[in-house]
């Protein structure tokens, strides 16, 4: 019996390997690209207050601060549109961005009175500056306590929801 001779142009032909279409390779990688996304979002690293106290051997007692400085760049925020101005989010975000805050992608929330500039423990004089570098009042920043302003926020370090006292005009 003699072996089948197979074409080049043949698919099964012995040693060809299976070229996967161009449209496959891209839904992996956006796959990819997505995973990673969420898996870094969902894993940063915690930055919240802590006090530490030590006892010296000469019985005194030191504290360290309870929120040592962060750059800027390490100050996760979130900026979100709560008003139907078009582009609010991205245009305070990118105000932000270019003063080198870890600025999140901008987002939407639902409607406020009033922007309110929140924050997490340890993170508000970074919620001060921010509301500063945006022209709203000390008076609106606030403590986050569990409150959740904008779905998959509450581990960010400071959360900016637009009202419509920050038009840009």
């Known amino acids: 019996m003699s072996d089948p001779v197979h074409s080049s142009r043949d698919p099964h032909a012995s040693g060809s390997h299976f070229q ?9 990688v956006v796959l990819f690209v997505g995973a990673t996304f969420l898996m870094v979002r969902a894993t940063s690293p915690s930055t919240g207050a802590t006090t530490t106290n030590s006892t010296l051997a000469s019985g005194s007692t030191t504290t360290t601060s309870p929120h040592a400085p ?3 760049s390490k100050v996760r925020v979130q900026v979100a549109n709560s008003t139907l101005t078009a582009g609010l ?3 305070y975000t990118q105000i932000l961005t270019t003063q080198d805050w870890d600025v999140l992608p901008a987002g939407n ?14 993170f508000r004089n970074d919620a001060l500056e921010i509301a ?3 022209k ?7 403590p986050l306590n569990g409150a959740v302003p904008i779905a998959g926020s509450p581990t960010d370090d400071v959360i900016v929801v637009l009202g419509p006292n920050s038009a840009i005009g």
């Not at 996967?20 to 992996?28: A, E, H, R, Y």
């Open 132 to 134: 500063s570098t945006i």
């Open 70 to 72: 962060l750059a800027k």
């Open 20 to 28: 996967p279409s161009l449209s496959v390779v891209l839904i992996i």
């Open 109 to 122: 929330a639902t409607a406020i009175p009033a922007t309110i500039v929140y924050f997490n423990p340890g």
């Open 136 to 142: 709203v009042s000390a008076s609106s920043v606030k």
């Open 89 to 91: 989010a991205a245009h």
